[in-house]
């Protein structure tokens, strides 16, 4: 039996499709939904922690990579770089597990390493580079 934490990136096309479904009935795997933002026509995202017979769970994940789900392991970590974040506020409205706050006081931005997903979102969006993803 193997079982991980995994973040799942669902393109716009397979939001409305029973992706993690087949992978129960088809691949005989469980999971556990720990997080997800799944909006229609927007991309979604998934943290799931998988587990089943190796076998099976490698077919299970071939099969999320050739609908075109991204697969991320959850054992990243996002860390924020003080000297490069300004407090402009980007990623906030876009962290869909809130590990991005404003302090109501100073309005600088707080971050949340234990709300933190790995999705990845912050990296991608913030001018300034001051988020990163450490292995």
């Known amino acids: 039996m193997i079982s991980r934490k995994v973040v799942l990136h669902f393109p716009r096309k397979l939001v409305e499709q029973p992706i993690v479904f087949k992978l129960v009935k088809d691949y005989g795997l469980n999971f556990n939904i720990l997080k997800a933002y799944v909006t229609p026509d927007e991309e979604g995202l998934m943290v799931l922690e998988l587990s089943g017979e190796e076998p099976a769970f490698e077919k299970g994940l071939h099969y999320l990579k050739s609908c075109g789900v991204k697969i991320q392991p959850l054992s990243q970590d996002v860390v924020r770089n003080e000297e490069r974040c300004t407090d402009c506020g980007v990623c ?24 933190c997903i790995a999705c990845g979102v912050c990296v991608r969006i913030c001018p300034f580079k001051a988020m990163e993803v450490r292995f």
């Open 92 to 115: 906030v409205p876009l962290c869909p597990a809130g590990a991005l706050l404003p302090d109501k006081k100073s309005r600088e931005i707080v971050f949340f390493e234990d709300k």
